[in-house]
């Protein structure tokens, strides 16, 4: 019954203690939650805790959502400072392990898929270990704007920072990218012709 | 590599519709932990810290204009009498044995012989 509903009147039932509402924003945002959660972290116990969390800080902050901005950004927004404090709480635990003779040396990030069955998907995978070799700062523009094609305004909104220091963030990230990545083209994992 | 195939290994990168999802069930723990957490003393004391610290947000840029106007009062009211601008700010005037013995400073005291 509350399917077809837009997000305002969800919203509207929400604040007023309807959970089947707050539930239907949870089934309906939950793919957005997850792309930025998952992109940032990886799949895991720990980005599905963060994702429960983005919600559970929404549904805290109901009466203050003034709907200044879409809810898709405000989630996305949630979502993505939790997982930055999720990866710095994940070094500062990995890092109580690394040896402090080689304080360069970063804590290797866990594993995001499983084995490649098909060229597409180690490519898939390569690219994806690359992005989450990326520092937190970069990892999350790249996720927004070029994962989860979200424009540069908003991805300046989700991040909290202007769309120059967007732009510049990922215009570094993309280098670093097509560094990271060249071995990989040149001993042809990632083929780089026209596919289409 | 050209910007533009870095741009369709990312797109193709991009989690599938499938992979956009959080494990089963999802929607049901976050309804169980909003349930929990609402129930739980503590979360009506999370609920009162954090309507205080709104209205304290709320209220600061009129606290501080206030305090900005009463000291800019203060300033013009005692800059010639004070020792000090930190004093004339505050509104302290300065005190001699002149200005302690004056008139206006000693009420309802017997004159001196």
Request: aromatic share 4%.
């Amino acid at each position: 019954m509350t399917n077809d509903l837009p997000d305002a009147e969800l919203l509207e039932r929400a604040r007023r203690g309807d959970e089947t509402a707050f539930r239907r924003l949870v089934e309906r945002y939950e793919a957005v939650v997850a792309a930025t959660v998952i992109g940032m972290l990886g799949r895991g116990a720990d980005a599905d805790d963060v994702g429960q969390e983005t919600f559970i800080r929404f549904y805290g902050a109901l009466d203050r959502f003034r709907e200044e901005s879409t809810l898709k950004t405000y989630l996305v927004r949630i979502a993505m400072n939790l997982s930055l404090n999720a990866l710095h709480r994940r070094r500062r635990g990995l890092l109580r392990f690394v040896s402090r003779d080689d304080p360069d040396r970063s804590p290797p990030e866990p594993a995001i898929d499983p084995p490649a069955s098909t060229d597409e998907e180690e490519r898939r995978i390569v690219v994806r270990r690359a992005i989450m070799g990326l520092s937190p700062k970069h990892r999350a523009v790249v996720v927004l704007r070029m994962l989860q094609s979200l424009s540069t305004r908003e991805t300046a909104q989700a991040l909290g920072i202007p769309e120059g220091t967007v732009l510049s963030r990922l215009s570094r990230a993309m280098k670093e990218l097509e560094s990271m990545l060249a071995p990989y083209v040149r001993d042809g994992t990632l083929a780089t012709e026209d596919r289409s | 590599m050209r910007p533009d195939e870095l741009e369709r290994l990312l797109a193709d990168a991009a989690l599938t519709p499938a992979e956009r999802r959080f494990d089963p069930g999802f929607a049901d723990r976050v309804m169980q932990r909003a349930g929990a957490r609402a129930a739980k003393p503590g979360g009506e004391h999370d609920v009162l810290s954090s309507t205080l610290a709104r209205q304290a947000r709320r209220m600061l840029p009129a606290v501080a204009a206030a305090s900005l106007a009463v000291s800019a009062w203060n300033w013009w009211s005692v800059r010639d009498r004070a020792d000090s601008a930190l004093a004339a700010v505050l509104g302290l005037e300065g005190v001699s044995l002149s200005t302690a013995l004056s008139s206006s400073s000693i009420v309802d005291a017997e004159e001196l012989p």
